[in-house]
């Protein structure tokens, strides 16, 4: 078996980024961007008022306070204002371009204002509630970085960059396909000893969380021959097949067996984690197969630890690895001696620490506890338990 973290980083090192491909800003959401996006103009792109007041030019105000000045013409955000003349005050609204000479802003709350006049009782700073052109980015300064996951506040970046399109990585294809003679669709009409496929809808969330487009394939029973023909057609389509079942070594365990009639090379099947200890990796050409195990809990745990890192490696995400945060258990435990747990677990705050609460029930095909958990608090493997005070770190389902 291998280790958590070298079995992450073995399927990870062999991952190369997508295709790229150009998309609407606004369609660009959570895409990651494949080359630096520099600014071309200034940003601001000139100078602006960030009050609404009155533009003056402090070398206007000679002598001592209160200076009387009266008002030439106004600045509204989208105009173009006139020279500022001399001893005189430009009304001045936020965004609106600063006038030639005028070199601070008086806002409106801090002036008397009589008639076509504006009296000033202080005198304003060189600069005072000024956005200066390039303030923000001097032309050809890099804006966002290639790799970054595109947020909204990113969006806003490139948009006031005057960008219509970005080149982002193509979004990974992916094809989930679940196995077992017992399974059916949820809400069909219920045979003996058969269960609702519950396994496809969360990996798919998984799956579109970490950037991709997802096909869910039909349900295959359990013949080799089936089995075959449904993975080799889903590589075909795919940038990662994503099997779910029959990858132990029972005798009913048939997808291993499988993948390797269909061409796929195996790297490794065998991971020191729990739960999720079967676990396949492999590859078919430039196509990465994941087969995960058929419990609930132990197919979403390897998808969120292994399954979504591999999809932002994908598109070259510069950080594929979740955010993870330290907690506090919330009392002591015991420690596989070699496995790493990924244990269930709530959060709440206790005498200001965050406390992770593990849930009693770990069982691998126990989906109350993951409907109810925050994320997963990652044990590592020992021989002496664990302190109630012990920190670890917490993975929440949220920042897979």
């Known amino acids: 078996m291998l280790a958590f973290d070298e079995a992450r980083a073995r399927l990870l090192s062999s991952a190369a980024r997508l295709p790229t491909e150009r998309v609407m800003v606004a369609d660009a959401w959570g895409r990651v961007l494949a080359a630096d996006l520099a600014a071309e103009t200034p940003l601001p792109p000139f100078d602006y008022s960030a009050m609404d007041g009155y533009a003056v030019a402090t070398a206007d105000l000679e002598g001592e306070p209160p200076w009387t000045l009266p008002v030439f013409g106004e600045s509204p955000a989208g105009g173009l204002p006139a020279p500022l003349p001399t001893r005189t005050a430009t009304r001045i609204f936020t965004g609106g371009r600063l006038p030639h000479r005028a070199d601070a802003v008086v806002m409106q709350e801090s002036v008397t204002r009589r008639g076509d006049t504006v009296g000033l009782q202080t005198r304003p700073d060189t600069g005072q509630h000024i956005r200066r052109a390039g303030e923000d980015l001097a032309p050809g300064a890099r804006a966002i970085a290639a790799g970054t996951r595109l947020s909204a506040g990113a969006l806003a970046l490139a948009a006031m960059l005057d960008r219509p399109e970005l080149v982002v990585a193509r979004r990974p294809r992916v094809t989930i396909l679940c196995t077992g003679d017992e399974l059916r669709a949820s809400g069909e009409g219920a045979r003996p000893g058969s269960i609702p496929e519950s396994n496809s809808a969360p990996l798919a969330a998984l799956?579109?969380?970490?950037?991709?487009?997802?096909?869910v394939a039909p349900i295959v029973p359990d013949d080799p021959a089936a089995i075959?023909?449904?993975?080799?057609?889903?590589?075909?389509?795919?940038d990662l097949l994503i099997t779910v079942g029959g990858v132990s070594v029972g005798d009913r365990d048939l997808v291993r067996p499988a993948l390797e009639r269909a061409g796929v090379t195996l790297d490794f099947w065998k991971v020191a984690i729990k739960p999720g200890k079967p676990l396949v990796v492999g590859s078919r050409g430039t196509s990465h197969v994941l087969g995960l195990p058929g419990n609930p809990?132990?197919?979403?745990?390897?998808?969120?630890?292994?399954?979504?890192?591999?999809?932002?490696?994908?598109?070259?995400?510069?950080?594929?690895?979740?955010?993870v945060f330290a907690v506090r258990l919330d009392r002591g435990r015991k420690r596989s001696p070699d496995r790493m747990e990924f244990v269930r677990a709530t959060l709440h705050v206790a005498d200001g620490a965050l406390i992770a609460r593990a849930h009693d029930n770990q069982a691998s095909g126990a989906a109350t506890s993951l409907a109810t958990s925050d994320g997963l608090a990652l044990v590592p493997p020992g021989d002496v338990p664990l302190e109630p005070t012990a920190r670890l770190d917490f993975l929440r389902w949220n920042d897979v």
């Open 207 to 215: 799956a579109s969380q970490g950037g991709a487009a997802v096909h």
């Open 228 to 238: 075959e023909r449904a993975v080799g057609a889903a590589l075909e389509r795919s």
């Open 297 to 323: 809990a132990s197919a979403l745990v390897t998808m969120a630890i292994f399954g979504v890192p591999l999809l932002r490696v994908l598109q070259g995400d510069a950080r594929p690895l979740p955010t």
